[in-house]
């Protein structure tokens, strides 16, 4: 199973605070320790919200707004992608995290959906051309 990884921060990273060096570098070898076992897909951290964009949607009306994003209450500060065989090894891995920045944060896993997923749910258009498909093959 492929889990999002989602870190948050209440204040700092999500301002712009850069962890201490030390941090840092528990975190560079927890994330060695993820890419050793297999785990680790992808991951990065993100810049600031002052740097970012959010943009609304109503319709077809768009609406873009410029960072900073003061009522935001959790600021994403950084992602990864792990392959975990179950939520409970994704937790576990995440109860060995170091915790790199000052203040209250938190990791957020979220499951992908995967294929499988969508099995039941195919459009109509996909199921009349897959059904003559196979009256085709059965001709």
Excluded: C
Excluded at 20 to 41: C, D, H, Q, Y
Excluded at 87 to 109: H, T
Aim: without cysteine; charged residues 25%; glycine residues 12%.
């Amino acid at each position: 199973m492929r889990v999002m990884v989602f870190g948050t921060a209440v204040e700092g990273a999500g301002m712009g605070e850069m962890p201490t060096p030390e941090a840092f570098e528990a975190m560079e070898r927890f994330n060695e320790e993820l890419v050793k076992a297999g785990i680790l897909i992808a991951g990065a951290g993100l810049k600031p919200t002052a740097e970012g964009k959010r943009i609304t949607f109503d319709g077809s009306r768009r609406v873009v707004m410029d960072g900073p994003f003061a009522e935001t209450h959790e600021v994403v500060v950084g992602w990864s992608i792990w392959q975990v065989k179950d939520m409970d090894e994704a937790v576990a891995w995440v109860k060995r995290s170091p915790d790199p920045m000052p203040g209250q944060g938190a990791i957020e896993l979220r499951p992908f959906y995967e294929a499988e997923d969508f099995a039941g749910i195919a459009s109509s258009s996909e199921a009349r051309q897959e059904g003559e498909r196979g009256q085709l093959g059965a001709a």
